[in-house]
């Protein structure tokens, strides 16, 4: 089948402060709207928008309208929270990469202190590389948010090296926190480490009491998933979230 822009639909996922449970952020994620399936996550997509050739047009079209939406809900009167986005290899590889942002920003109004960019350690591999985009980026006011951390090329030294401000803690640690000694430890000591390096921490994949009270012992002061709440559209978001920006309207 063709597929379009048009196929896509944004959905948000509410990110959450330990301590008094209150929403600091939300993540950007897509789905795809299939005729007869319904939505469906990246994986089911990704490969054909791939060989399609709109995964670039797509990676645009993510960012943009994060972007928006966020812009929108704070002009309604919501919360000064950031909107953060996944960026795929071949955006953070792209050379035009920050000039594209800086026009989506301009475009879209939003402030460049509300846009989270995530980003995966295989795209660290080429430190040179990536340290350029990471600095301009982060000039630009622009917070980067390592994903998956601890799943994939963990070297601590471009942790040193890259403007890196918050590193998320993958959620195959996460869930065998409660049972499993090595997940607790591996998830204590990522914690730690980021606080030691200054940086902020993010577990996902949060998904029942337990898991919450061991990592707000731990001190991680932000958590997502299903325990608060899954990926939701953005009228669920404002019902859920956000119903005082929309009495009076």
Not at 27 to 46: C, D, Q
Request: with cysteine; net charge negative.
């Amino acid at each position: 089948m063709r597929l379009t822009v048009e196929n896509y639909k944004s959905i948000y996922q509410p990110q959450i402060q330990t301590k008094d449970h209150k929403m600091i952020g939300v993540e950007a994620l897509l789905r795809w709207n299939h005729p007869t399936k319904g939505f469906l996550p990246p994986s089911a997509f990704i490969p054909l928008a791939e060989e399609s050739g709109i995964i670039y047009e797509l990676d645009d079209w993510v960012l943009r309208e994060a972007c928006r939406q966020m812009k929108e809900w704070q002009d309604a009167g919501g919360p000064l929270i950031p909107v953060a986005v996944n960026l795929s290899a071949n955006q953070f590889h792209q050379l035009n990469l920050v000039d594209k942002i800086k026009q989506i920003l301009e475009m879209t109004g939003l402030e460049a202190q509300y846009l989270v960019l995530e980003i995966t350690e295989s795209m660290m591999m080429d430190i040179e590389g990536s340290s350029e985009n990471l600095i301009k980026l982060s000039d630009l006011g622009i917070k980067i948010s390592l994903d998956d951390f601890g799943t994939g090329y963990s070297s601590l030294s471009y942790l040193r090296q890259l403007r890196i401000h918050k590193l998320k803690i993958d959620k195959s640690f996460i869930t065998g926190i409660a049972q499993t000694e090595s997940n607790r430890q591996i998830v204590s000591t990522i914690i730690a480490m980021a606080y030691h390096l200054k940086m902020d921490v993010i577990a996902e994949g949060v998904e029942t009491r337990e898991q919450l009270e061991i990592l707000t012992e731990m001190k991680c002061m932000e958590i997502q998933g299903y325990y608060f709440s899954a990926a939701l559209s953005a009228i669920n978001v404002e019902e859920d979230f956000f119903m005082p920006m929309r009495v009076g309207c």
